[in-house]
């Protein structure tokens, strides 16, 4: 018996809106999943023409593409008999591979619930990054859901980077991204005969995977050498797809601009040129896109930032702006940028230089002697930098350290009143629950040779933070501009704690004998004023290691619901338009609030922009820390046999990850390498525990390790423990004594 019910009258409640974005429109997405959702089982394709009336040879094949689309999209599945039935009734899930370098992999799920395992056998079908429908089939020994690919609904990987290699006349490629966990596979290919084995090449993939088959590809560049110098930067940009030369379209376009201003644009802007504006920046920048200047009165202080127009050299829906936004933002490796903007806009028209004029979108803000915001205003404007001033200089300047030259003493004033206003500021960031994370940087120092000298700490003095807290003032204003305009931007928001890893940090915390106050909502404040208790040392880094990752990543997003770790109710970026897009959505917005030039409907949902904004940031960190990681390996080549004292800084079934000292460079220590006892994980407190003798090694341990491999293709590190130099008292079960925690006088 059909269990096929009879279709309710068709009525697209869509039909309306696809009349007017479509010639020759055809069912909704929404008809068509209200229609699939009515029937009891998967249908074929001719009962749904049927149904919802798709007659005509030119409709039908528009619908095809819109049910193919809708497959892509995850919303339906065609299963092998040809029905069309819809995923969320199949018990079928979406998500992303995420791909392992043994084989396996798991399923990053898109309704945000638990990660799922995928077998060695089922990744035999998939690469890296595919978007996929999967079925959970059962839980693997260690309770895990197993999962089976139904579907891929993306390829992710186009092209490959990797090392060209031949073993017994077969040419293939192995990738440098160990996630993508097979060879691929060269055949006849004409290309690999212009590679010699051992080189670097990208491969572009033509055939997929599948259970059978290896994926297969053809060469079409050679990079060279992998030791080659900027060879780490070549292999990121390919292996993480981030555009870096400008396409004839935006040559075109950025030709025919004046190195010098528009006399005419900047007569009808208020003019600041008498203003002694200043940018101060590390000694290595490039591009500078703010400006500063403050001055005290009776109430309080008057603050002028100023940001580079961008906005008027980037206009929207022009070739420039979207390769603006395709690449989100610039991307900053050592020595070397991949800049959002070409060269005459990001270091010249719209780099606020010294001595020449610029056009500016400047903030004015009114605070009393508190640092409390009493107003502010934004407005257009042209502007002429002083001086391009360091943190260096301006650190030593302020503290006393060096005597003003005559050309700097002019500035004193200015300067002397920034600091004033940075102290106010400074102070009510613990009022208002900021959260100060202290954790090491680096800068790496290169030779004539472009091979690491040396890795040396990053110092942030009070010119740094001068800086940033003027940035956030500016910031702060232009959130608050926004709401109160109703004007649709894309904000920076950061959400607190998820229950699970508020969960987590709280029994950690136990073990340290510390508490986090807020219950089941902790705020900032509650956060700020744990991290003051921090102690010097190891334990100090391991409680703001914890309280970092506790937090979710900061994200762009249309609904301004605050920033946590800021401990701001209204928050966004304004001050960086020259390396960042939201920024350039930040302007264009506050312009158009301003009636400055007409509101225009974004081609794509700011939600959606949201999103790419977020991706393009993640991909530039990932490529950062990519080529800062290679760098550091091959720095570490000629090191192996000594000895260095080092933090642990991950821990893991199958070793400890460790920071060496002063370097900062990571490695791991095998758990086979922790001494003679059988060692077992400890997940929930993050440590390793030994069986017999109890000895543990937990998260921020001290430790002193010896470097015993190096390998340098795959960026890794092998060390062997040699003694741990942390100090603590031990407890029989392994675990930190708890220290009583002194109550308040107050109570």
């Known amino acids: 018996m059909s269990t096929r019910n009879d279709p309710p009258q068709f009525h697209d409640p869509e039909a309306e809106r696809e009349a007017q974005n479509y010639e020759f429109p055809v069912p909704s997405r929404e008809a068509v999943m209200a229609y699939l959702g009515s029937q009891d089982e998967p249908v074929p394709l001719r009962q749904l023409l049927e149904d919802l009336g798709v007659r005509g040879e030119r409709d039908v094949e528009s619908f095809g593409r819109r049910l193919r689309a809708m497959e892509r999209d995850g919303q339906l599945l065609k299963n092998r008999r040809g029905r069309y039935g819809l995923v969320q009734r199949m018990d079928l899930i979406q998500g992303r591979v995420i791909g392992h370098a043994d084989g396996f992999g798991f399923l990053a799920r898109e309704d945000g619930n638990d990660d799922l395992f995928i077998p060695a056998r089922e990744m035999r079908k998939v690469l890296h990054g595919d978007r996929v429908v999967a079925h959970v089939a059962s839980l693997d020994a260690r309770g895990r859901g197993e999962c089976l690919i139904v579907e891929v609904l993306e390829r992710a990987q186009k092209q490959v980077v990797g090392r060209y290699r031949e073993e017994r006349g077969v040419a293939f490629v192995t990738p440098d991204d160990r996630r993508i966990g097979r060879d691929i596979m060269l055949g006849d290919d004409p290309g690999a005969m212009t590679a010699h084995a051992g080189e670097i090449v990208v491969c572009e993939i033509l055939e997929q995977p599948t259970a059978k088959s290896p994926p297969v590809g053809r060469i079409i560049e050679v990079l060279g050498d992998r030791d080659a110098p900027g060879m780490e930067i070549a292999i990121a940009l390919r292996k993480y797809d981030l555009p870096h030369e400008f396409g004839q379209a935006v040559q075109d376009q950025v030709a025919g601009l004046a190195p010098t201003i528009d006399a005419a644009e900047a007569a009808r802007r208020e003019d600041l040129r008498d203003l002694p504006l200043v940018t101060i920046d ?251 208790q921090a102690p010097p040392g190891p334990e100090g880094r391991l409680l703001q290691t914890l309280l970092l990752r506790s937090l979710s990543q900061a994200m762009y997003g ?190």
């Open 282 to 532: 590390g000694e290595d920048a490039r591009d500078f896109d703010d400006a500063v200047y403050c001055e005290k009165n009776r109430g309080g202080w008057r603050l002028v930032v100023a940001i580079a127009d961008v906005s008027y050299y980037v206009r929207s829906g022009t070739a420039l702006d979207e390769e603006a936004r395709a690449r989100g933002n610039s991307v900053y490796f050592p020595k070397a940028v991949i800049p959002m903007l070409p060269e005459v806009l990001s270091n010249g028209l719209c780099s606020l230089n010294p001595d020449v004029d610029r056009l500016c979108m400047a903030c004015e803000i009114q605070l009393d002697r508190y640092g409390k915001f009493k107003k502010y205003r934004f407005f257009e404007a042209v502007m002429r930098s002083r001086a391009r001033l360091t943190y260096t200089e301006v650190a030593s300047l302020l503290a006393g350290a060096a005597q003003a030259a005559p050309e700097r003493a002019a500035l004193m004033p200015a300067l002397e009143a920034l600091y004033g206003l940075y102290r106010v500021l400074h102070g009510a960031r613990a009022k208002r629950g900021s959260v100060d994370f202290e954790l090491p940087e680096t800068r790496i120092v290169f030779d004539a040779n472009r091979k690491i000298e040396r890795i040396e700490p990053l110092v942030r003095n009070d010119a740094h933070k001068l800086i940033e807290e003027c940035m956030l003032a500016a910031n702060v204003c232009a959130a608050q501009f926004l709401i109160d305009q109703g004007a649709p931007a894309l904000f920076r928001v950061h959400a607190g704690p998820t229950a699970q890893k508020l969960k987590d940090l709280r029994v950690m915390l136990f073990e340290m004998g510390l508490e986090l106050s807020g219950g089941d909502k902790p705020s900032g404040k509650d956060y700020a004023a744990l991290l003051a």
């Open 558 to 747: 249309p609904e301004d619901i605050g920033h946590f770790a800021l401990g701001y109710e209204h928050y966004t970026h304004f001050t960086s338009p020259i390396r960042r897009y939201p920024d350039l959505i930040v302007h264009r917005a506050i312009k158009s609030a301003l009636g400055k030039t007409p509101a225009r409907v974004p081609d794509m949902s700011m939600k959606a922009l949201g999103e790419h904004c977020s991706q393009t940031e993640r991909r530039a960190d990932d490529a950062t820390r990519d080529v800062i990681r290679s760098l550091k390996t091959e720095y570490m080549a000629d090191k192996v046999g000594q000895e260095f004292d080092a933090v642990v800084s991950g821990v893991m079934a199958f070793g400890l990850f460790v920071e060496l000292a002063d370097i900062y460079v990571d490695g791991l220590v095998h758990v086979s390498s922790l001494g003679h006892d059988y060692y077992h994980f400890d997940p929930a407190h993050h440590r390793m525990v030994g069986e017999r003798t109890g000895q543990h090694y937990r998260l921020g341990d001290a430790v002193r390790v010896r470097l015993l491999r190096v390998d340098i293709d795959e960026g890794k590190l092998d060390f062997e423990l040699i003694a741990q130099t942390t100090e603590r008292a031990a407890r029989p079960d392994g675990a930190a004594r708890p220290r009583r925690r002194r109550r308040s006088r107050r109570g």
